[in-house]
């Protein structure tokens, strides 16, 4: 009877070790980018302003103005985006939707919506999965790789994880990528995109975090080509609100009837 | 200024940051200056073109200028209430200066009523157009007597500027699906060949209505489904079906068919021959990583001709031949069963903002062919383009009876 007592005392201080280690046991790699994700994309649908401001040799080569307008999937927690041209002149007004892998684009001078592949670029530097929103932690499984300084986009030092994000299914637009989080706060710092075959396509930083929807969320990306440094896309954010869509605006056949107000 | 400022700032960094490519890059957004662009209601173009053209007529080449103003105006007026106009003028020129024709294209001039988040009514004159493939829609069933004005062969500046029909237009949408509905009366029989008149009612010598129902039933599967009649015929029904191969690849699948009979019959008043007949053109979209696009379309018309009768009908009467070709022209059908048709796009050829565009029609009946290649160069606000089209084929071919055997044309269009 003695035995038994002892034996239950010892079992429930063991359970309450293992669940205070849990309470206080740092988070996950993959809650970490969850919560990175949360930083860059806030939890409702929302528009926004994306410039995109493209450098060759030190030389301004482009621009383009796209108007953003993000909701969340219910079935899988990925945003769907749909992405109106503002500029240049000759391209204002076409549209893009993208829902998964599912890319539609849109020109209403011969009112035709047409499916492309995700190869297919509509801008310069930047693929289509850069444009949208994009929620890593759906797509990718993060391993901590390592705990490190790294100099930030304001040349600062940031103690940060650096996580190994793996891709999950292969209709994502990069196979893995490296992506360094600050410690303190989830700030998303800098991230490396590779190919399957481990080549650098492209190196971001997110930058000039402000005041947006609630947090502080970063207003830019510098991205820097991965075989050509000297070729920069800047991509500003601005004009963030929270903005509902229905679902069924969503789709291929709601594209000829998008005109916000 | 700014930007010198910021290539000074390069120059001088110091040989750390100057060392390190990405910091290098950081600099240069540091400064990087953007301009505000706001959305626009109002969207104007002009464009300025020049000609020559050999007409199989002897030594002497046809010149011909070309002034084009395009206007599309798309205004939300009231909350729910959207008015759209679309149209374009083209004043041509053809070997003398003072001797010119201008063709007016109401393209769009409507209201539309969104009723709900769902529900939206449109009324007045509408491009209403369906289809996936890019050379031949079976199943674009208001193609028929819209083109007035040919600036360009190039399939996609075709669907740009062609004539809406006066329609009632209902659509109803659901989370990944929608229907519509509409009603297009007929309004005139014959085509009104007045330059400068609205049109309207040009593209309405039938009365016709069409149902066009499409749902997501799975990621990547988004079927369309089509049913388009008139008072005179039985029912024709589509079908519009794409779908991702691979990442780079997109396959496209496009079908019309229902009794009909046959365009020869039509255009020369003879015995009904009508029967079920199927209309398709399929085919893939490939994409490389430097952004050269490719599109092989095989396309099939069962309403149009055999082989060995498309032979009888050139050694034939001319008269009948000539009003065959007319009934087809204007109804941007194909002449003969089968064709097959290539394109491809390279945006940023060479060098950046230089793109090639290039065509081929071949006709698996007369083995004629269409070749068309353009080069576009985009500035800032300008487009300059440079066109060359090529028919070829036997005298009474697809292709090779086309008045226009060789075309150079230089353009410039200013998007204002």
């Given amino acids: 009877m003695m035995i038994q007592t002892r034996r239950s005392t010892i079992t429930a201080i063991l359970l309450i070790g293992i669940g205070a280690a849990q309470a206080f046991a740092t988070p996950t790699a993959q809650e970490i980018l969850a919560a990175a994700d949360a930083v860059r994309n806030p939890d409702f649908s929302f528009g926004l302003t994306s410039t995109l401001i493209e450098y060759k040799n030190s030389k301004q080569t482009d621009t383009s103005t796209l108007a953003v307008y993000s909701k969340a999937d219910t079935s899988n927690g990925q945003f769907r985006s ?7 002149a000759r391209d204002a007004n076409k549209l893009m939707l993208k829902s998964g892998n599912d890319l539609w684009f849109y ?8 499916r492309i592949s995700p190869q297919q670029r509509l801008l310069g530097q930047a693929a289509n999965g850069d444009i949208v929103t994009v929620n890593l932690a759906k797509d990718y499984q993060a391993k901590l790789a390592a705990e490190e300084d790294t100099q930030d986009g304001e040349r600062q030092t940031r103690h940060c994880f650096k996580l190994a994000l793996t891709a999950n299914t292969a209709d994502v637009t990069y196979h893995h990528i490296d992506m360094w989080i600050d410690t303190s706060n989830n700030r998303p710092i800098k991230a490396r995109f590779y190919t399957e075959s481990g080549r650098l396509l492209k190196t971001a930083y997110y930058r000039r975090y402000q005041q947006q929807l609630g947090t502080e969320r970063p207003t830019e990306t510098v991205i820097i080509d991965g075989l050509d440094p000297s070729w920069v896309t800047v991509m500003r954010f601005s004009n963030y609100v929270k ?4 679902d069924s605006w969503l789709q291929r056949d709601y594209l000829a009837r998008f005109k916000p107000e | 200024m700014t930007r010198i400022f910021s290539l000074l700032l390069l120059l001088c960094a110091s040989p750390i940051w100057a060392a390190d490519a990405e910091s290098e890059a950081l600099l240069l957004a540091d400064y990087a200056v953007e301009k505000i662009e706001r959305t626009r209601d109002l969207r104007l173009f002009l464009e300025a073109a020049t000609a020559i053209s050999d007409q199989g007529l002897g030594p002497r080449a046809l010149h011909t200028q070309r002034l084009s103003l395009n206007l599309d105006y798309d205004k939300v007026f009231y909350p729910g209430w959207r008015a759209v106009l679309s149209d374009r003028i083209d004043i041509n020129w053809q070997d003398n200066l003072s001797h010119h024709t201008s063709i007016n294209t109401l393209k769009e001039a409507y209201v539309s009523w969104q009723v709900g988040a769902n529900q939206i009514v449109d009324l007045g004159s509408i491009n209403a157009r369906n289809g996936v493939a890019t050379g031949y829609n079976p199943t674009d069933f208001f193609r028929s007597n819209t083109i007035r004005s040919v600036v360009s062969v190039d399939p996609i500046n075709l669907k740009k ?7 009632l237009r209902g659509q109803t949408l659901w989370a990944g699906g929608s229907m519509t509905a509409l009603y297009s009366p007929k309004l005139s029989t014959q085509s009104q060949s007045d330059a400068l008149i609205t049109n309207t009612g040009t593209a309405n010598k039938n009365n016709r209505w069409l149902v066009a129902a499409s749902h997501t039933f799975f990621e990547n599967f988004n079927p369309q489904f089509l049913v388009f009649s008139t008072p005179k015929e039985m029912p024709q029904f589509g079908l519009n079906l794409t779908g991702l191969i691979n990442d780079a690849t997109v396959g496209f699948f496009e079908w019309s068919g229902g009794r009909s009979p046959s365009v020869l019959s039509q255009a020369l008043n003879t015995e ?6 199927n209309k398709l053109a399929t085919g893939i979209t490939y994409t490389t990583e430097n952004k050269l696009t490719l599109t092989c379309e095989y396309e099939y018309n069962g309403s149009g001709l055999e082989s060995a009768a498309w032979d009888a009908l050139q050694q034939g009467s001319p008269l009948a031949y000539w009003r065959y070709r007319q009934a087809i022209q204007h109804a941007q059908d194909l002449p003969t069963k089968q064709a097959v048709f290539f394109y491809g796009i390279w945006q940023d050829a060479l060098i950046k903002h230089l793109d090639f565009t290039a065509m081929v029609r071949t006709n698996l009946a007369d083995h004629s062919r269409m070749q068309w290649i353009e080069m576009r160069y985009h500035a800032d606000h300008i487009d300059f383009s440079l066109q060359w089209q090529l028919n070829s084929g036997n005298a009474g071919s697809d292709f090779g009876a086309l008045a226009t055997k060789r075309n150079v044309q230089a353009q410039i269009t200013y998007y204002f």
Wanted: net charge positive.
């Fill in chain 1, 82 to 88: 749909l992405i109106r041209f503002i500029a240049p």
């Fill in chain 1, 107 to 114: 020109d209403p001078s011969n009112k035709a919506s047409i």
């Fill in chain 1, 243 to 246: 903005r509902d869509v229905p």
């Fill in chain 2, 161 to 167: 500027n062609r004539l809406g029909s006066v329609m």
């Fill in chain 2, 272 to 277: 009904d021959d009508s029967r079920f007949r």
